[in-house]
């Protein structure tokens, strides 16, 4: 076989290869990983008023969740995990932040990113920021089945990772109410 023909062989597969799913390979994400929690067992609807859901993980990443989901916007009041965990299942990205005494940068850097998600064909960012006084960082961000948490927001981090957005999510592209 000619080194051309060899070459045209193998170049659909390396095309193939280079978009894997599991993490953006390009420039300054090559750095970073998000990898995927186990498939949930279950992602029933619930009732809100249930506080039984979620993967067993903190910050839950997928799971049985409400039948309701968040307004896509900076919420000032900590939301039934339940309601979110919907809204990760829509593909809509999460970002929690646990600051009991206040942390008004923190809010400002994660409502700029928020603001950076993918857009619904109603013209509104699919992702939301809510306070959340359980995850063990200051910071989380989610998308269904990945998530990444520190003690200070990471623009760059969390650029690359909504990059991810809609790739697992079992309802993903759904639009969110502003």
């Known amino acids: ?66 039948g309701d989901t968040l307004r896509c916007r900076v919420h000032d009041t900590e939301p039934n995990r339940c309601v979110w965990l919907h809204n990760l299942e829509h593909g809509h990205a999460v970002f929690l932040y646990n600051c009991p005494d206040g942390c008004p940068d923190i809010v400002a850097t994660l409502e700029g990113l928020q603001r950076e998600a993918r857009i619904g064909s109603n013209g509104v960012a699919r992702a939301l920021v809510a306070p959340d006084s359980r995850i063990p960082t200051r910071v989380a961000a989610l998308l269904w089945r990945r998530s990444w948490s520190a003690d200070s927001p990471d623009p760059t981090a969390l650029r690359c990772l909504l990059r991810l957005q809609d790739l697992e999510a079992p309802e993903a592209h759904l639009t969110c109410l502003p």
Not at 18 to 45: I, Q
Request: with cysteine; proline share 15%.
């Open 1 to 66: 076989m000619s080194p051309r023909l060899r070459f045209l062989q193998v170049l659909p597969l390396a095309a193939l290869a280079a978009c894997g799913p599991s993490s953006p390979d390009d420039g300054e994400c090559a750095n970073y990983d998000f990898p995927l929690s186990p498939p949930p067992a279950s992602a029933r609807h619930l009732t809100c008023s249930s506080s039984a859901c979620g993967d067993g993980l903190n910050p839950p990443t997928s799971g049985d969740h409400c």
